[in-house]
């Protein structure tokens, strides 16, 4: 935990350097703001960026499962009709207030926090956040211990117990590895939006908002501001990525 | 009697010299040795690799190993030494080749040189688009379906 203080405190430490001086070189009032999108192919991703969502829960229809149905066809999840072993890195959630009775529904998935359990625990390092905040499983290195399934306390990742039938080649993904949530970053990388987002517009429903949290005119940075996006446990201090609207 | 064994000595280690020249000549003269792999050629046309042949054939290893690391810490998503592109090259899109099998492209030189790999454990090891060959042998449903599993969570 220490040194993942340490690190944060050197990463701000930086990150204000550089502001400072970018504000010294440029005219006042005048700030640059990199656009994150379609980076490079041969550029590495920077911690300039922090990929998040915003999910607004009033507009997230009950029994719509468009964000699910997306995700699995995007990154070629099959079910085997064992729903208690089938991966499964999104899924629909309903909270009901037993006083109130009123519902809400939502998307669940791996929420991108800014110091993950799953990375802490993981004894080999596969579990490893990017350093534009998407937090991955490097299945080259995982050994199956599921510790970080353990670790994660919004139950977001599964164990792939069965060989699996590949049907696209940007998602390689095997027996006996962890998997969960990428922010389809195979997209995401190429300037796209991650297809539960893309499903949810495309289902009328707009719940969804993708986008760079650190950019203050990107539309999920303004819509933060405006309206707040809590954080399911923020009791954990964990500082999602993901934020919800309505709950 | 120590003599002679010194003189035998030699003897045999000249032969293995000249054994080895020659086979060294054979190597050389460009031809094939017939126990050789035959080796399947990139399916789009193109007669050159991304590399000369013989540094890919000796390094093919170390630069898909690079890729990997910069593509899944970095984000870095170059084609040039992608595996995916490897095999949107050496494997026809309507090859029934599976890896394994001595008509796959990487197949055909790891299976005669005896070095297994684990790539394909999870890449695939054929062109995106090519027919799903199931290889969940507990007749798994190739097509994605809606899994509701953990709604309604009070």
């Given at each position: ?25 440029i ?9 994150a ?15 998040g969502m ?9 029994g ?8 699995n066809?995007e990154?070629?999840i099959?079910?085997?009709d ?30 991108h926090c ?10 080999t390092?596969a ?11 490097d ?10 399934m ?11 117990h069965?060989?699996?039938d ?7 993904r ?7 949530c990428?922010?389809?970053v ?13 499903a ?11 986008g ?6 990107s539309?999920?940075s ?8 809590k954080?399911?446990?923020a009791?954990?201090?964990?500082n ?8 | 009697?120590?003599q002679l064994?010194k003189r ?10 000249l ?9 050389f ?10 080796v399947?050629h ?5 007669t ?13 290893m170390?630069y898909?190993l690079?890729?990997?690391d910069e ?6 998503r170059?084609?040039?030494?992608s595996?995916?592109e490897c095999?949107?090259?050496h ?17 055909s030189?790891?299976?005669f040189?005896?070095v297994?790999?684990d ?8 062109p ?8 969940n042998?507990?007749?798994?449903q ?9 709604a309604?969570?009070?």
């Amino acid at each position: 935990m220490s040194n993942s203080d340490v690190n944060i405190s050197r990463r701000s430490f930086v990150e204000k350097s550089a502001t400072a001086a970018a504000a010294l070189t440029i005219a006042p009032g005048v700030f640059l703001h990199t656009v994150a999108e379609a980076k490079p192919a041969d550029q590495a991703v920077t911690s300039a960026v922090r990929w998040g969502m915003l999910i607004d829960t009033a507009k997230c229809a009950s029994g719509c499962t468009a964000c699910v149905s997306a995700c699995n066809t995007e990154n070629g999840i099959a079910s085997h009709d064992r729903p208690r072993t089938d991966q499964q890195w999104i899924r629909k959630v309903t909270l009901r207030d037993k006083q109130t009775k009123h519902e809400v529904s939502l998307p669940m998935m791996c929420q991108h926090c800014e110091t993950p359990p799953c990375v802490d625990v993981c004894p080999t390092g596969a579990s490893f956040k990017r350093e534009d905040g998407i937090v991955l499983v490097d299945r080259h290195i995982c050994i199956g211990c599921r510790y970080c399934m353990m670790a994660c306390p919004y139950k977001a990742r599964s164990f792939a117990h069965e060989t699996v039938d590949l049907t696209v080649d940007y998602q390689p993904r095997g027996k006996g590895t962890v998997e969960s949530c990428t922010m389809c970053v195979h997209r995401v990388d190429e300037g796209g939006t991650p297809a539960c987002v893309e499903a949810c517009s495309e289902a009328e429903h707009g719940a969804m908002i993708f986008g760079d949290i650190k950019n203050p005119d990107s539309e999920i940075s303004k819509q933060l501001v405006e309206h707040g996006g809590k954080q399911i446990r923020a009791d954990l201090g964990l500082n999602t990525g993901v934020r919800y609207r309505g709950i | 009697m120590q003599q002679l064994n010194k003189r035998m000595h030699n003897t045999l280690i000249t032969i293995a010299g000249l054994a080895m020249l020659a086979l060294s000549a054979f190597a050389f003269a460009g031809e094939k040795p017939s126990f050789a792999p035959s080796v399947p050629h990139p399916t789009n046309g193109t007669t050159e690799c991304v590399q000369p042949e013989d540094e890919m054939k000796k390094n093919h290893m170390k630069y898909i190993l690079h890729q990997r690391d910069e593509t899944m810490h970095d984000g870095i998503r170059t084609k040039t030494y992608s595996l995916k592109e490897c095999i949107n090259c050496h494997v026809p899109k309507d090859s029934e080749a599976r890896f394994g099998d001595d008509k796959h492209f990487c197949s055909s030189c790891h299976n005669f040189a005896g070095v297994s790999i684990d790539c394909f454990q999870c890449h695939m090891d054929r062109p995106m688009g090519s027919k799903p060959l199931g290889k969940n042998p507990h007749g798994a449903q190739v097509t994605p379906t809606v899994s509701t599993h953990g709604a309604n969570n009070e």
